[in-house]
Structure formats: structure tokens, C-alpha cells
């Protein structure tokens, strides 16, 4: 039998019917933290599509808050990768990862969030391990015409200080998470400079500022990127 691969975005009702699927060797369940429909990339892409083949003008929906930062192509390409191994070779796909839902007041299904806000489990991108603000990624916490586009609303600078005191901080948290997810399989080795180099313009950090070192950075990918190979790809048997 084939094995099955569910990849899905956090929303309640998808969660609810997710969890009740009985579980089989065969089949993956995987949400992604942070994750939206239309993300950064994806609007500004589209935007210059409709402009080129449309003739419309390159203007972004009327939201009340920014389109969320957070790249869900880096994790996609991996999940994708990860099923034509699983189907191709037999080798295992990371486990399967849901975000954690709660009970409310009314005991009605909620997902759980930590201290900034965002979704407990699931995928977990670098980019919402090495938080910059709140991502509001459920539709139903927005009740308005943007959400597939979910939201992003900044950490002031004092929250933004407080977790990352000097910028060398912020640099060794996403070199570690992105390390992380390249071990986890849930972002290609090949990614990973790309993605880094996003979390650091995101931030407005540079590479060599507060003593960031892009060497040894890169040496720790190396070695992430051999741990994935030589450890990380687990053969079904």
C-alpha cells in the first residue's frame, strides 16, 4: 500500500476532523505553526502576476494588519521531498506533528497558544521558533476580508530586546533552529541559506553585526546538512 500524506494549515475545524482519523503506519498528519494560505511571498508573487497578466495595479488587500512573514514554501519543498522518498525508497517522513488544541470555558475546541501568542506544535519553521511578533494564523480570529493572508503584528522593541538582547542573539537562535529543522527534515539542506538570509532581513540584522559569524554559521549547516544524510533518513522496513 502507498503510503498517504495529509499537509494541512492551523485551523480548528481541520484539527478537529485531523484528530479523529485513526492512525496507520501508512499515514502522515502534519499542521504548520505560523502557516498561512497566502503568505508574504506568495501575495507579493501574485500581485505581480495579476499586474503582468491582468493589467491590474500591484496594490496588496486592505488588511488591518501585515501579511504574515513566515515562508511556508521552505517546509512544503521539504514535506514534498519527504513523500517522494516515503513513496519511492521507503524512507520514513518525519513524524507526524499537529497543533495542540485545548477546551475553552464552553469546553469548545481552541488551539493552545504560548506567552507571544502564537501556535503550540505542529511544524515548527525556524521563523516561529525565532519569533519577531504575533502570527495570527486561524481564520476564525479574523473576522474580516484577509484571512488567507492571516496576520503579523510585531514584538515592540522592548519585547524585541527581551528575547534577543543583542543582535549576535537573534543570529545564534536562527542559526540554531534552522539547524534544527534541516536535522528534523522539515527544511532542505539546500534551503537553508536562503532561509537565514530571510530571518535576518526580516529582523533587519546583518550577518556581522553584535559579532555574528556567517563561517561559522556555515560550518554548523555542513554539519547539519551531514547529519541529515549520514542519521536523519530512516529506512522502512
Not at 501575495?43 to 495579476?50: A, K, S
Not at 511544524?123 to 525565532?130: A, F
Not at 536535522?183 to 534551503?191: F, N, Q, R
Not at 559569524?213 to 555542513?222: K, N, Q, V
Request: glycine share 8%; proline share 7%; with cysteine.
Amino acid at each position: 500500500m502507498w503510503p498517504s500524506f495529509w499537509h494541512i494549515y492551523s485551523g480548528v475545524t481541520a484539527l478537529r476532523r485531523v484528530r479523529v482519523i485513526p492512525r496507520q503506519p501508512d499515514l502522515a498528519l502534519y499542521s504548520g505553526s505560523g502557516g498561512v494560505h497566502v503568505d508574504l511571498q506568495l501575495e507579493t508573487t501574485g500581485l505581480l502576476i495579476r499586474e503582468r497578466d491582468l493589467g491590474f495595479p500591484p496594490e496588496p488587500a486592505d488588511c488591518p494588519d501585515p501579511v504574515i512573514p513566515i515562508s511556508v514554501s521552505y517546509i512544503q519543498s521539504a514535506m514534498l521531498a519527504a513523500i517522494d522518498a516515503w513513496i519511492r525508497d521507503g524512507i520514513e517522513p518525519p513524524p507526524s506533528s499537529l497543533i495542540q488544541l485545548g477546551k475553552d470555558e464552553n469546553m469548545n475546541d481552541v488551539v493552545i497558544f504560548d506567552e507571544n501568542g502564537n501556535a503550540v506544535g505542529g511544524l515548527r519553521s525556524p521563523q516561529i521558533e525565532v519569533p519577531l511578533g504575533q502570527y495570527i494564523a486561524n481564520p476564525l480570529t479574523l473576522l474580516n476580508d484577509c484571512f488567507l493572508n492571516g496576520g503579523f503584528r510585531a514584538f515592540d522593541e522592548a519585547r524585541f530586546r527581551e528575547l534577543y538582547p543583542k543582535d549576535k542573539d537573534y543570529l545564534r537562535a536562527v542559526d540554531r533552529e534552522i539547524s534544527r529543522a534541516v536535522a528534523d527534515g522539515i527544511v532542505l539542506p539546500e534551503d537553508a541559506d536562503s532561509l537565514h538570509q530571510d530571518m535576518l532581513a526580516d529582523a533587519g540584522v546583518a550577518e556581522n553585526r553584535g559579532g555574528g559569524s556567517s563561517s561559522a554559521a556555515g560550518i554548523e549547516l555542513l554539519l547539519m546538512f551531514l547529519l541529515f544524510h549520514l542519521a536523519g533518513r530512516r529506512r522502512v522496513h
